[in-house]
């Protein structure tokens, strides 16, 4: 008999009463956004934009992928989840939380990197997308029973791992990286393909930074194995921003002296076409 390498998970949680408050702040905030987004959409008469936003809430169709691999846990009992598959059930204020940070930040980059994004922009991107996880992740994993993060997790602060910024924070900057890439492409009918390609560049993002981590976690190794994963996740993760910077970032001498540069490429974001 081949001894078990995948960790139990904590069968038996309930949902917290708090479920429904932290529903309730991610629908909040993610209307917030969706204003900012549909002003955006008008302003330059392009549907791109609300798409892009569509597009991340079909992505929260993985998370169950995710949370087989990462050892994520949601309760059984409670609330009707979005969607139950592969014996997760996902619960709903994920339709909120990956459209707001997915969503909202992959725009944001998308739209910088056509103003003419530097590697410096792009880096606090970066850096701000872990303290966007942070501000996602901790509140629910603190009140307790509402998620949890089981089997050896390497680096947990405060219940959450924190290499999961790591991963995370690139799924938003693929997703700009590549609406930007297809920009010329994505008008007319064809603006619907957005609605696949953030799913594309989350499911992207995951796997090639994460991948590692998803090995340990579930080889039975403990920890001897979980924390080195966890610093080449780090690496991988530095190194797919680093190469994205190289590709579409600008100097940032260039974004202050070339107001050519700019007309060519960061003012078309104006111009007309659905």
């Known amino acids: 008999m081949l001894e078990n390498q995948i960790p139990r998970p904590p069968v038996d949680m309930v949902m917290s009463a708090y479920y429904w408050p932290i529903t309730a702040a991610n629908f909040v905030l993610l209307a917030g956004i969706m204003i900012w987004v549909s002003r955006e959409a008008r302003r330059q008469q392009r549907i791109l934009p609300v ?13 169950c992928i995710f949370d087989v691999m990462v050892l994520v846990w949601w309760p059984q009992y409670g609330p009707a989840p979005e969607y139950r598959i592969l014996n997760i059930s996902v619960p709903i204020w994920m339709l909120a939380a ?28 970066y850096f701000f997308g872990w303290l966007a996880n942070f501000a996602l992740e901790m509140p629910p994993l603190q009140i307790g029973n509402i998620y949890a993060y089981y089997g050896d997790q390497p680096f947990r602060v405060l219940d959450f791992p924190i290499w999961m910024a ?5 799924m938003p900057i693929l997703a700009g990286a590549l609406i930007h890439i297809f920009d010329d492409e994505l008008r007319g009918w064809r603006s619907l393909i957005a609605l696949a390609l953030v799913p594309m560049a989350v499911g992207a993002a995951e796997i090639a930074t994460g991948w590692p981590i998803w090995l340990a976690l579930n080889s039975g190794l403990g920890y001897a194995a979980t924390y080195p994963a966890g610093v080449v996740v780090l690496g991988l993760s530095l190194l797919a921003n680093y190469l994205v910077s190289l590709k579409l970032c600008v100097a940032s001498e260039a974004r202050q002296t070339a107001p050519a540069w700019k007309a060519a490429r960061g003012q078309r974001l104006s111009g007309a076409g659905a």
């Open 98 to 125: 990956y459209p707001w940070y997915i969503g909202g930040m992959g725009y944001w980059a998308y739209r910088a990197f056509h103003r003419g994004m530097t590697r410096g922009m792009l880096w606090k991107l």
């Open 51 to 63: 798409l892009i936003m569509g597009g991340a809430a079909i992505a929260s169709l993985l998370e």
């Open 166 to 170: 790591m991963t995370n924070t690139m």
